[in-house]
């Protein structure tokens, strides 16, 4: 059974940055394809950003394209989303997913490609 935790959510103001974690357990952690994905309040759940097993495949919508950078820690079964050049509109509440797969596989932009998920940590960006 995969568990994710998510850490690193908060209230910062416009052009701040914010660091989330999200630690997996359970499973071995170079066979997910990790990926972050945020809801504001009233729209459905969106993409953000993913990696896949080995690292070196990653994929961010374009929203958040050259602000958002995600990376991962085999050693610390973790996976990073760093935000920089926050904006109002980044505001959601952001959730960690895993999707099994080989370590060298292309990461999945679909959510429903997912099998688990975190909890969810609260982003909220004022301007």
């Known amino acids: 059974q995969v568990q994710l935790v998510e850490s690193g959510g908060g209230l910062v103001q416009a052009g701040d940055s914010l660091r989330l974690s999200c630690v997996l357990s359970g499973r071995t952690f170079s066979w997910y394809v990790m990926g972050w994905f945020r809801q504001a309040a009233g729209k459905e759940r969106e993409f953000v950003a993913a990696i896949n097993g080995n690292g070196h495949s990653t994929t961010y919508a374009d929203s958040v394209k050259g602000r958002f950078t995600i990376s991962r820690d085999g050693a610390k079964n973790t996976v990073y989303l760093q935000m920089n050049s926050l904006k109002s509109e980044d505001t959601a509440v952001y959730y960690c997913?895993?999707?099994?797969?080989?370590?060298?596989?292309?990461?999945?932009?679909?959510?429903?490609?997912?099998?688990?998920w975190g909890q969810g940590t609260q982003v909220t960006v004022s301007s």
């Open positions: 997913a895993a999707d099994f797969a080989d370590p060298t596989a292309v990461v999945n932009t679909n959510r429903r490609e997912y099998g688990s």
